[in-house]
Structures are given as C-alpha cells and as structure tokens.
C-alpha cells in the first residue's frame, strides 16, 4: 500500500499521486473505476490522506479511523 501524496482531475478520471524510491509516480482512474470501488471521487479529492492506494492491484481503499 502507498500513501496518496495528492490527486487531480483528469477529463475522464482523476490522477493519483504516489511517491515510491524517491520518485514521484501516477495512477489513472476513471470515474466508472471509482464508482466501482465505491469511492467519492470529491472526497478523494478533497482528502487524499484519508486513502491509500494499492498499486499492485489497481485499487484505492479507504483508511479506517
């Protein structure tokens, strides 16, 4: 799992950023992924920190408080 250091809009989705060996990397995700993975696309925006991206899967889960 990687911590979201920040997310931006896209035309179709939003970009997600990681950071991983000192280098800074992109996921794409389109809005149809996020509505499948039950993510508020606004509240990631809003609030990357309270996400965690799992790179190797092609997934954002939501952290537990």
Do not use: C, W
């Not at 990687?2 to 990681?18: A, H, M, R, S, T």
């Not at 696309?41 to 408080?65: G, T, V, W």
């Amino acid at each position: 799992m990687q911590e979201i250091i920040n997310v931006g809009k896209k035309v179709n989705g939003l970009e997600v950023q990681y950071e991983r060996s000192t280098m800074i990397l992109n996921e794409d995700f389109t809005y149809s992924e996020l509505i499948d993975l039950r993510i508020n696309a606004l509240d990631l925006l809003d609030h990357p920190e309270r996400y965690m991206l799992d790179i190797y899967n092609h997934r954002i889960i939501e952290k537990i408080p």
